[in-house]
């Protein structure tokens, strides 16, 4: 509860900042924002602690009971979507009463977030596998998710960069946040995005 609360004052901080600054409307900048953020914290967690499963938090585990990286993995990307969960009744209280409702979006938010979730867990697996051997891959993942957290549109949109929109989605995390993020405030994400 705490972790929510703490988040959702921050965001609605910057929301009224950014808004204000950018000149974007709050209703629907403040969805944009935390359904973002939110997802992006998903990734970002998943990927930072991957960094570090096999040689670090889970290292006697693995070396004294036979069971597979796969499963050491599974658990760290689920204890993040659980953390991601804490979220849900705030971003499904802002569908309803702020968006229309429409069947097909929550629809497309489902199955964006089972893709993300699939891609966010083989991208965990590899950087824990990747880390076994080069430990330096964990400040080096840290630091690029923290450039990545400026480089995604989370905090700004895309319109913004006018005729350039389309270079953002060379940031793969673009895509993921997107088919995420964009149906469940109201907007059907482009096939580009899948």
């Known amino acids: 509860f705490w972790t929510v609360l703490a988040k959702l004052i921050t965001l609605t901080i910057m929301c009224f900042v950014w808004s204000t ?16 953020f939110v997802i ?46 804490h979220f849900l009744p705030v971003i499904l209280i802002m569908y309803f009463f702020i968006f229309d409702f429409n069947f097909l979006n929550l629809i497309l938010y489902v199955a964006g977030f089972i893709i993300l979730v699939i891609n966010v867990l083989l991208l965990t697996m590899l950087l824990a596998l990747i880390s076994t051997r080069f430990r330096d ?6 630091a690029l998710m923290g450039a990545a957290t400026l480089l995604t549109p989370i ?19 673009t895509s993921m946040v997107e088919m995420v993020r964009d149906p ?3 907007v059907v994400p482009e096939i580009k995005v899948y």
């Open 40 to 85: 992006f914290f998903l990734i970002n967690s998943c990927l930072i602690d991957g960094s570090t499963i096999l040689y670090l938090r889970f290292k006697q585990v693995y070396l004294n009971i036979p069971v597979p990286i796969l499963v050491l993995t599974i658990r760290s990307v689920a204890q993040e979507i659980f953390n991601y969960l």
């Open 155 to 173: 905090f700004w949109k895309k319109d913004m960069l006018g005729e350039y929109q389309n270079w953002i989605y060379l940031n793969p995390f």
């Open 137 to 142: 891959i964990s400040p080096l993942v840290q």
């Open 184 to 186: 469940i405030i109201g």
């Open 21 to 36: 600054i950018f000149k974007l409307e709050i209703k629907t900048f403040f969805p944009y924002l935390v359904n973002g």
